[in-house]
């Protein structure tokens, strides 16, 4: 092991990332600062796009066009056989049922089982339950390959961290979980995550102990967000203000400072039903994780149930009511619409027969129309609004100013302007004061 290390060092042995997305094209550019680097994804137009300097969603388009990164981009399944180090970053969604749908991993398991070196070393990094790189991910490797695990290959896992649009947690200073099939490998995986990551390492005993603690350090965010998206509507029912409860029980010291919101995106909406599902499959059936999660997937029926009895009460004929959602992805300032359970609100609105314009600065239009069938506006061309529902705190949004929110709306009187602020992205005193009728989570 610590020859192939050395050999990677030297760039006498190669380093391949599978799989380019938002995990694994900064993973990628982070090794190629040090090692010889393969970046390898199913995708040609992506390749073809990352060979022309351009990152994906408008991001990385700097970093990529570098000096310092060097990466041999491919489409080609063959040129795995050049790496001595690989590692998967594929991703690991849900069927439409919840259950795994491990078909990413498995697919990729195949194109580096026929691909495989002796002498290599394969680090999963994809979210998935525990047993799954052993149980299921090695076994492909040895009937593709025809080697034995542990004489011919060795295997590891390394849970992704990566925060996406987090610009201060971030690969380089995120600790990194690691794991071998042996000390060894262990080792010599800490050793090359090292290279890339200022935080260090931590060497967990087993594989299956790196796999489930991405599943519970992402479960237990689900839960405690989960626990404030209950008060909320809890809250709702009693006429209390919830960021006025969170600010007042957040001055004792062991306050968690969880807020309510959508949860979206590619880990916390997702991880927790790969947690579930391998607990049932073994005779337990989850409470607490489960309650978290169909708690979570229904804030958006609530928020849009919240902002259609808002228009009711003003007297505002739904079906005639214009309203626009700011905001798309599944999370502040990140392009990111995977997951996106502000889509959650679209189809509620769509449930009623509500027709619904969408604004979001930073989102793919292309993406949208052609995934979702949603067609964006500009922020420039909101206008004659009955009903305002920010649902994504992005920065463009804060930089609002009441009048210039208060110019969207349709004339009428200011109590029957319907302004749902999902974020708390703005004062409710002064939204109040102002006159709007201001609801937030």
Request: glycine share 6%; aromatic share 8%.
């Amino acid at each position: 092991m610590q020859r192939l290390y050395k050999d990677l060092i030297s760039k006498k042995e190669k380093i391949a990332v599978v799989g380019l997305g938002y995990v694994g094209l900064p993973l990628a550019m982070a090794f190629s600062k040090k090692l010889d680097t393969i970046g390898y994804d199913i995708d040609r137009e992506k390749i073809e796009k990352y060979r022309e300097g351009k990152g994906f969603d408008g991001i990385l388009d700097e970093e990529i066009n570098s000096s310092s990164i060097e990466i041999e981009f491919t489409w080609e399944t063959e040129r795995l056989k050049e790496a001595k180090f690989i590692v998967v970053a594929v991703p690991t969604p849900i069927h439409k049922d919840k259950t795994p749908d491990l078909g990413p991993v498995k697919n990729a398991s195949k194109t580096i089982g026929r691909n495989l070196q002796k002498g290599a070393v394969v680090v999963y990094e994809s979210t998935v339950y525990p047993g799954v790189t052993e149980d299921i991910c090695i076994p492909i490797l040895e009937e593709e390959s025809g080697l034995t695990v542990g004489r011919d290959f060795k295997v590891g896992y390394s849970p992704e961290r990566i925060n996406p649009g987090d610009q201060v947690h971030r690969l380089e200073n995120i600790v990194k979980i690691v794991s071998g099939i042996d000390n060894e490998t262990r080792d010599l995986i800490s050793s090359v995550y090292e290279l890339i990551v200022e935080a260090g390492t931590f060497k967990a005993s087993s594989i299956k102990v790196a796999e489930a603690a991405k599943l519970a350090e992402n479960s237990q965010r689900d839960i405690n967000i989960a626990f404030m998206n209950e008060l909320a509507m809890i809250f709702e029912r009693m006429d209390i203000h919830t960021k006025e409860v969170l600010d007042a029980m957040n001055t004792k010291w062991n306050a968690l400072d969880f807020t309510p919101g959508l949860v979206g995106g590619h880990c916390i909406s997702v991880d927790p039903y790969y947690f579930i599902y391998e607990a049932e499959r073994l005779g337990y059936h989850s409470q607490i994780i489960l309650a978290g999660r169909q708690i979570n997937d229904n804030m958006g029926n609530f928020v849009c149930d919240i902002a259609i009895k808002k228009m009711i009460k003003a007297g505002i004929q739904i079906n005639k009511a214009r309203i626009y959602i700011l905001g798309v992805t599944f999370k502040e300032d990140c392009p990111d619409i995977r997951n996106s359970k502000v889509m959650d609100i679209i189809k509620r609105f769509r449930e009623y027969d509500i027709d619904v314009e969408v604004v979001d600065p930073i989102a793919d239009a292309d993406e949208l129309r052609h995934m979702k069938g949603i067609n964006l506006v500009s922020l420039a061309d909101v206008r004659d609004a009955d009903c305002l529902i920010f649902a994504v705190g992005h920065k463009e949004f804060k930089n609002l100013d009441i009048h210039e929110i208060n110019g969207m709306y349709r004339d009428m009187d200011n109590d029957k302007k319907i302004l749902i602020d999902v974020k708390s992205i703005f004062s409710r005193e002064e939204m109040e004061r102002f006159g709007f009728s201001y609801w937030s989570l």
